[in-house]
């Protein structure tokens, strides 16, 4: 779990590995926070899919977040465990 200040960027990096060693995944994964999409990202030649976007997308308080990989004409669709995010207000001193 991660505390974020709101108005932070958040970087969150997915690896796409599959048990088939022949044919790489291929296509995009998708990043979600409940049923809100936070993005669609080309997979690149090495299996990852990074995605940065501002907190503010989220707002305060705490997200749950997963990569859904849909799966290409090689490799089974599969779905990342869950990545915990805590957004906090800026402290106004």
């Known amino acids: 779990m991660d505390i974020i200040i709101l108005g932070q960027p958040i970087t969150i990096l997915a690896m796409v590995i599959?048990?088939?060693?022949?044919?790489?995944?291929?296509?995009?994964?998708?990043?979600?926070?409940?049923?809100?999409?936070?993005?669609?990202?080309?997979?690149?030649?090495?299996?990852?899919?990074?995605?940065?976007?501002?907190?503010?997308?989220?707002?305060?308080?705490?997200h749950t977040i997963t990569v859904f990989y849909p799966g290409d004409k090689n490799n089974a669709a599969t779905m990342s465990p869950a990545i915990r995010k805590i957004i906090v207000p800026v402290a106004k001193i």
């Open 18 to 62: 599959q048990p088939n060693v022949y044919n790489n995944p291929t296509g995009i994964v998708i990043f979600k926070s409940a049923d809100k999409t936070l993005g669609v990202v080309p997979i690149d030649d090495n299996g990852y899919a990074t995605l940065t976007i501002n907190s503010n997308i989220l707002g305060v308080g705490e």
